[in-house]
């Protein structure tokens, strides 16, 4: 063989470089016949495993009517991501987007949300968040990337479903790192759907040697490893206070109006390498007793004072009533950070006197009684509760974004409160 391609004349040597039949591995081409009539392709892979470059070969081959892909060309095309920005920075015009492959480049028109091929196929990008878009157009092929971060998953994934109506066989290729969320398991159980599967380390060659080895390493084998470097669908742990299905439950798009606001902060005993996080969560409590999850500005490796700005940047940003910080480790030196930045802002000092999981069970018991709601996707901080059971978290890491939310919602809930003030957010 190498003989035979020395042989080659230079053009055909670098058209053979180019080529994506020639290069791709097995995982990053489309199902053959014999695997069936499928409608749905999940590639289904970990960070860098090469699933964008994979989508981008998939749509640009449909449009421009590759025999090995399709029988003709597919002239109207989806591309959905979780926004419209994630579709510009990553599905066209990122690295490995559509505008990176070689060869002739069809026309972007970003004022339009289109790519426009010489043959008039064309390609529209749409954001998740705003499934009513996708209602009307309609297509021969859609590439719906990173599904399992999307804010509103179910209901931007089906109206993609209504849309696939042209053509002798509309398909869907799906482009993500898997999360164990509802949508996810439907695809995956769907007959119709064919799955590949790939790891960061099928990568590697394509891939930054210190990525590999300080990510990667660093990783390798753990829970959120397995899920994002080898796309493992990671369920929730039998033992775990929480459950998904139970977040997923009580989640709201929406925050309603609040009586009282409140930031915790969880800090770390040390700022340096290999130090726990900084836990940041805000919890709001309305009207009808029940609790709402606003938001996570938990910090990895921060100094105090980067970590006690943020902290008071959400509080200001919230307009927020109090912030309660743990002070059994490091707390009191937050505590004067805090007062130094802004002395006017009310600190609440709590001290642990019991383990983790004893303080975290009774807030699990006001998930499981539904008094508790996400507003919107949580995914690092819902990875922790679903990953928390008797001996802690499975990677032995600390839990600090649970240990915020657990003080934060003790505090609302099941600790003493002043009169409440309404505000609307």
């Given at each position: ?96 987007g ?18 426009e091929w ?31 971060k999307w ?24 482009t ?81 109006d ?13 700022s340096?390498a ?21 938001a ?78 996400h ?41 003493q ?9």
């Open positions: 063989m190498p003989g035979f391609l020395a042989s080659l004349p230079p053009n055909l040597i670098r058209a053979l470089a180019s080529d994506w039949l020639h290069n791709a591995r097995t995982d990053q081409l489309p199902p053959c016949p014999s695997q069936g009539d499928w409608t749905t392709w999940a590639v289904i892979g970990g960070r860098g495993s090469g699933k964008t470059r994979t989508g981008a070969e998939w749509v640009r081959a449909l449009a421009n009517g590759d025999p090995a892909f399709c029988t003709q060309a597919v002239g109207r095309i989806a591309l959905v991501g979780e926004t419209y920005a994630d579709v510009r920075d990553v599905m066209i015009e990122g690295p490995s559509l505008l990176s492959l070689a060869g002739p480049r069809p026309h972007w028109a970003p004022s339009r949300r289109r790519l010489d043959n008039g196929a064309v390609a529209m990008a749409f954001s998740a968040e705003e499934p009513d878009t996708l209602r009307g157009p309609q297509f021969g092929a859609a590439w719906s990337d990173e599904i399992a804010r509103r998953p179910d209901a931007a994934y089906d109206m993609i479903q209504f849309g696939l109506r042209l053509g002798d066989r509309p398909r869907n290729l799906v993500t790192t898997p999360r164990p969320i509802p949508l996810i398991r439907r695809i995956l159980a769907d007959p119709l759907t064919v799955v590949s599967r790939s790891r960061t380390a099928d990568n590697a060659a394509n891939l930054a040697p210190s990525f590999l080895d300080t990510v990667v390493g660093r990783y390798a084998g753990t829970r959120l490893g397995r899920q994002e470097l080898d796309g493992e669908l990671i369920e929730d742990r039998p033992d775990a206070l929480w459950t998904r299905e139970g977040i997923e439950a009580a989640r709201i798009d929406r925050a309603p609040f009586g009282r606001i409140v930031v915790a902060v969880d800090p770390p005993a040390s340096k290999g130090a726990d996080a900084c836990g940041i969560v805000a919890v709001g409590l309305g009207s009808n007793g029940h609790a709402y999850v606003i996570d500005a938990t910090l990895s490796r921060a100094s105090p004072q980067a970590w006690a700005g943020a902290a008071l940047a959400l509080y200001h940003r919230l307009e927020a009533d109090s912030l309660v910080v743990e002070v059994n480790q490091g707390g009191e030196m937050a505590i004067a950070v805090i007062a130094e930045v802004d002395a006017s802002v009310p600190v609440v000092p709590v001290r642990a006197t019991r383990g983790k999981y004893l303080r975290a069970e009774p807030v699990s018991i006001l998930y499981a009684q539904g008094r508790i709601h507003v919107g996707s949580l995914p690092a901080l819902e990875d922790e509760l679903c990953d928390f059971g008797p001996d802690g978290l499975s990677s032995g890491a600390s839990p600090d974004r649970l240990d915020a939310l657990v003080w934060a919602l003790t505090h609302l809930m099941l600790g409160r002043s009169e409440p003030r309404i505000r609307r957010m």
